[in-house]
């Protein structure tokens, strides 16, 4: 995917291996601020191995920029890509910790979700987040997204099974326009 550049202060794109030391330094830097939340690719192997899964059809990774420098600030993906009738996805996400509050997450991610909408022609993406992680139920909530439901052990993170909130958006209730004002806020 070419970079898509309609934010005022990030723009997206596909990860590259050239991003490699720049990404493993910004999730080591992060590693407190990440954890129990997310365990993301901390090493040449792993993010190797994160490369090429994006390159499977069910899974589509976006490195999240700074607009004035092009610095990586976080990443989303969206995962187990279903077309045909179905046409959803599951997202992930996280943001750098020198970057996170900053509103870059509110626009990369709704950027992410004009692309899915509209390019990919995705009907519905599902954001599925621990029920402690308060900034990531602030984001979609942000962005309009809707409790649909809890699910004890959902997910291991960290060697450990966690409970996750299901939270989903449908296409015809994105506003492009929200993940825009509310990262001016």
């Not at 900053?102 to 954001?127: D, I, K, N, S």
Request: charged letters at 25%; a positive charge; hydrophobic letters at 40%.
């Amino acid at each position: 995917m070419d970079a898509l550049q309609t934010g005022r202060i990030t723009f997206i794109r596909s990860p590259r291996a050239d991003d490699a030391a720049e990404w493993i330094e910004l999730v080591r830097a992060s590693r407190r601020f990440h954890a129990p939340w997310i365990s993301a690719a901390s090493t040449p192997e792993a993010f190797e191995a994160f490369l090429r899964r994006n390159e499977a059809a069910e899974f589509e990774a976006f490195v999240i920029c700074r607009r004035h420098d092009g610095a990586i600030v976080g990443s989303t993906n969206l995962s187990q890509i279903f077309m045909g009738p179905f046409r959803s996805a599951y997202m992930g996400y996280w943001a750098g910790a020198p970057y996170a509050g900053q509103g870059y997450m509110t626009e990369g991610v709704g950027l992410v979700l004009t692309h899915a909408f509209r390019a990919m022609g995705l009907h519905r993406v599902e954001a599925n987040l621990q029920p402690e992680n308060a900034a990531s139920r602030a984001l979609v909530q942000r962005l309009g997204f809707t409790q649909e439901g809890y699910s004890p052990r959902y997910l291991k993170i960290a060697g450990r099974w966690r409970d996750h909130e299901r939270w989903a958006i449908l296409s015809e209730n994105w506003r492009p326009s929200r993940a825009r004002r509310a990262s001016a806020k």
